[in-house]
């Protein structure tokens, strides 16, 4: 099992920055990808960024060059750096996590992005 738990979202106005935090414990030496997702309302889940075991980080194309995805292994913790926010990045954020059997999520952390 892994547990995920997310923290730093909140209100921002477009053009400023919000860096969010995933903690995962459990299982860690199982996970093989961790990165974020986001929901806005109404609409589906989307992906948004992952981080994968060996390092190499891949980003969804709206946020290529705004958002960085990046690792503290000591403290077992994943950042979602965001910068020049829109207001089109208003959405819940969800962490997840993969290991070879499941998909674990977290409970979501609100960022709000005001114009």
């Known amino acids: 099992q892994v547990q995920l738990v997310e923290s730093g979202g909140g209100l921002v106005q477009a053009g400023g920055s919000l860096r969010l935090s995933c903690a995962a414990s459990?299982?860690?030496?199982?996970?093989?990808?961790i990165g974020w997702y986001r929901q806005a309302p109404g609409k589906q889940r989307d992906w948004v960024a992952t981080?994968?075991?060996?390092?190499?980080?891949v980003y969804e194309d709206s946020v290529k060059g705004r958002f960085t995805i990046s690792r503290d292994n000591a403290n077992n913790t994943v950042y979602l750096q965001m910068n020049s926010l829109k207001p089109e990045d208003t959405a819940v954020y969800y962490c997840?996590?993969?290991?070879?059997?499941?998909?674990?999520w977290g409970q979501g952390t609100q960022v709000t992005v005001s114009s």
């Open positions: 997840y996590a993969n290991n070879p059997y499941n998909r674990y």
């Open positions: 459990g299982s860690i030496f199982s996970i093989n990808a």
């Open positions: 981080i994968i075991k060996g390092g190499s980080v």
